[in-house]
């Protein structure tokens, strides 16, 4: 018997999605199945930088984190991270992890007021949402950004554009860059699917037909995950 449940499509990397994956199937119950189909993948990229002035580092995401790897001379350093899982993440790497729920805007308001011992260190990928390192040091705050990984592009897998074409799919979007890149990849003939954004940046990058697109109200995984939720029909037969 065919399987015609609506699909939730991961388009996260393969990490991400798959952790996120495991939390949502835990939910969604009968209700959807889940198809991981990463449209990202990080590289890490060394850096020539000499790492040893920082008192202080900022990471905006888990992968910055596992991409800097663990350079002696950072050893014990404060972290301040977005959100609760990046923060972990920092803190089983050696550092002392600070997490600021919220995203970036709250990220910088978390700097701004506790203004740690400087200067500051941002690593992060190649491309970027906001030029965070570039608003500290405009507030006052020498904050140098160094790339340590690139988020390459992936071709949207057979699977996943099948599901798009023939039922109907919950498309949640993490970033902008994800959403411009999964817009561009899905199929013509695709049914317009219904899109969960993790922020209004996020939905704004979204280019391509949609049935519907929700944002999310807080910019973290929990609440995608219950944006999805609410985005399906409860009522749903098992």
Do not use: K
């Amino acid at each position: 018997m065919a399987d015609d449940r609506p699909t939730v499509i991961l388009t996260r990397p393969e990490r991400a999605a798959r952790r996120f994956a495991t939390s949502l199937e835990a939910v969604l119950s009968c209700r959807a199945r889940v198809l991981i189909a990463p449209i990202i993948e990080i590289v890490p990229q060394p850096a020539e930088h000499d790492f040893s002035p920082y008192q202080t580092l900022i990471f905006t995401s888990e992968n910055a984190v596992l991409s800097l790897g663990d350079p002696v001379s950072l050893a014990g350093r404060t972290a301040y991270c977005v959100g609760d899982r990046t923060a972990e993440t920092a803190t089983l790497a050696g550092y002392e992890g600070i997490p600021a729920a919220g995203g970036a805007a709250a990220l910088e308001a978390r700097l701004l007021a506790d203004a740690p011992p400087g200067p500051w260190l941002h690593p992060s990928g190649a491309h970027r949402s906001s030029d965070l390192a570039e608003t500290l040091t405009a507030a006052g705050h020498r904050t140098d950004r160094v790339v340590i990984y690139r988020q390459e592009p992936r071709p949207l897998s057979a699977e996943a554009a099948r599901a798009l074409r023939e039922r109907l799919t919950i498309l949640p979007l993490f970033s902008p860059r994800s959403a411009m890149l999964l817009s561009r990849a899905v199929p013509s003939d695709a049914r317009p699917p219904v899109v969960v954004a993790i922020s209004p940046a996020a939905a704004r990058s979204w280019s391509a037909p949609a049935r519907a697109v929700r944002i999310a109200p807080n910019p973290d995984a929990d609440s995608v995950s219950a944006t999805i939720r609410a985005a399906l029909d409860s009522d749903a037969p098992c």
